[in-house]
């Protein structure tokens, strides 16, 4: 139980398209997900995070125009990187949020990642 | 910013046990101790959690200090997929807070 899939797994696009990566919860619904990017060596760093049915939070430096999430449904989350630079190549990650039975059981499925490279 | 601190780089022999510690000497009542790793390339996979009590699971076991300040993640029997980076983190039980990553641990399993 607890998968949480990403589509595409890895996209190459041109300096000014936009990409959509898809973030799914196979067995489980989820009211809240997140999005990290994480670039070479470094640690994941939270991007936002998604509700569902309403608008997403972002962190601190993290353009809401540029990165949009849609949050339609229980079971999938959607990022899409506008007019995507070079500086935009990434990998990103996505997770799911399950709410458990009490204090302690709300833990955190990770998907497998989309590697973005923007040339 | 991540509420802990661990050690850079860990090996470890094949088939020994791995002990990774963590420092979280500001962790507050209600935080719990999560574990995560992530192997190259991949999604982080979460291992295991809790909160004061020691923790076992079909992964490892997780040995929290009386004064919770401190934490270790334990693989019993690490083999060379266990290779990867081992994240610490405190948070709170419930809500929306989202996992904040530090640099984490990267341990090296050696043949």
């Known amino acids: 139980g607890a998968v949480v899939s990403q589509h595409p797994s890895w996209v190459i696009c041109k300096s000014g398209t936009s990409v959509k990566i898809e973030c799914r919860s196979l067995?489980?619904?989820?009211?809240?997900m997140f999005w990290y990017r994480q670039f070479p060596k470094q640690s994941l760093m939270l991007m936002a995070t998604?509700?569902?049915?309403?608008?997403?939070?972002?962190e601190q430096g993290v353009e809401k125009d540029k990165f949009l999430i849609n949050h339609a449904s229980l079971t999938l989350s959607t990022l899409t990187v506008t007019s995507a630079h070079p500086e935009d190549s990434s990998f990103y990650i996505c997770?799911?949020?399950?709410?458990?039975?009490?204090?302690?059981?709300?833990?955190?499925?990770f998907g497998p990642g989309t590697r973005l490279t923007v040339l | 910013d991540a509420k802990t601190t661990q050690p850079t780089s860990m090996d470890c022999a094949e088939g020994r046990a791995a002990n990774l510690p963590c420092n979280h000497s500001?962790?507050?009542?209600?935080?719990?101790v999560y574990w995560y790793r992530q192997i190259h390339s991949q999604g982080p996979q979460y291992i295991i959690h809790?909160?004061?009590n020691n923790e076992t699971n079909e992964m490892a076991s997780l040995i929290i200090t009386e004064d919770r300040k401190s934490s270790t993640l334990i693989l019993p029997h690490a083999t060379l997929r266990d290779t990867a980076v081992y994240y610490c983190?405190?948070?709170?039980?419930?809500?929306?807070?989202?996992?904040?990553f530090g640099k984490g641990t990267r341990l090296s399993v050696i043949a």
């Open positions: 809790g909160l004061k």
């Open positions: 983190i405190v948070r709170v039980g419930l809500g929306n807070t989202p996992l904040v």
């Open positions: 998604s509700n569902e049915g309403s608008k997403a939070t972002y």
């Open positions: 997770s799911a949020r399950i709410a458990g039975g009490g204090i302690g059981t709300d833990t955190q499925y």
């Open positions: 500001t962790i507050s009542g209600n935080e719990y």
């Open positions: 067995d489980f619904q989820a009211t809240t």
